[in-house]
């Protein structure tokens, strides 16, 4: 089956430093990739469409300067936490889309 | 636009009862419709998926769903559940067909299924 694998799995840091969340298609191309959060208790909320090769597409009331997507090959997407704050401690979770979305196994992010 | 509400946010059940996860979903174009599980600090694993033909749906782990197209449900079910299936499940739909929305999913609010034995 289609495998995509989500690095790194926890990450903590300080609050004003930038942390990079990678997303890799293992065994198929991903033209589009996506990017959800997940605050505890509660359902996943997507951030943004990334697409190979292009701007990525931010939903409504997600910060395109905070939260930067760069989707330069076919297999990888990332996404990039910046400045962080410990109001952006979230689970992250990316997905490719082949036929269907298939997901990663998600990042957790705790901002000191 | 979609939306999904599923209409239990837990569910306890004892070990080997049935159980079933009810998803109604709204939206004004065709949709495919899915069931995923996650467990604890996990990523979304996919269940099974409605795209088109037969209404009843089996997926992976003895899981079933029934889409059903007048009532706007596509509720998840199992006849005999295993302490395993402990975790939490989120149905999701995306338009069928093409547009601004296409491929990008809807979830519900998520259901924590609790199996005690």
């Known amino acids: 089956g289609a495998v995509v694998s989500q690095h790194p799995s926890w990450v903590i840091c300080k609050s004003g430093t930038s942390v990079k969340i990678e997303c890799r298609s293992l065994d198929f191309q991903a033209t589009t990739m996506f990017w959800y959060r997940q605050f505890p208790k509660q359902s996943l909320m997507l951030m943004a469409t990334?697409?190979?090769?292009?701007?990525?597409?931010?939903e409504q009331g997600v910060e395109k300067d905070k939260f930067l997507i760069n989707h330069a090959s076919l297999t990888l997407s990332t996404l990039t936490v910046t400045s962080a704050h410990p109001e952006d401690s979230s689970f992250y979770i990316c997905?490719?889309?082949?036929?269907?979305?298939?997901f990663g196994a998600g990042t957790r992010l705790s901002v000191l | 636009a979609q939306s999904v509400t599923q209409l239990d946010s837990q569910v306890p059940v004892f070990e080997e009862a049935p159980v079933e996860l009810r998803c109604n979903y709204s939206?004004?174009?065709?949709?495919?419709l899915f069931w995923y599980v996650q467990y604890p600090n996990q990523g979304l694993q996919l269940l099974l998926k409605y795209l088109s033909g037969s209404t009843l749906v089996k997926g992976i782990n003895g899981f079933e769903a029934e889409f059903n197209k007048s009532q706007t449900s596509f509720h998840l079910r199992k006849p005999s559940v295993h302490i395993s299936d402990t975790a939490e499940y989120f149905c999701a739909v995306t338009p069928g067909t093409g547009g601004t929305s296409y491929g990008k999913l809807t979830f519900g609010q998520g259901t924590i299924l609790t199996v005690h034995p």
């Open positions: 939206s004004s174009v065709s949709v495919y």
């Open positions: 990334s697409n190979e090769g292009s701007k990525a597409t931010y």
């Open positions: 997905s490719a889309r082949w036929d269907i979305q298939y």
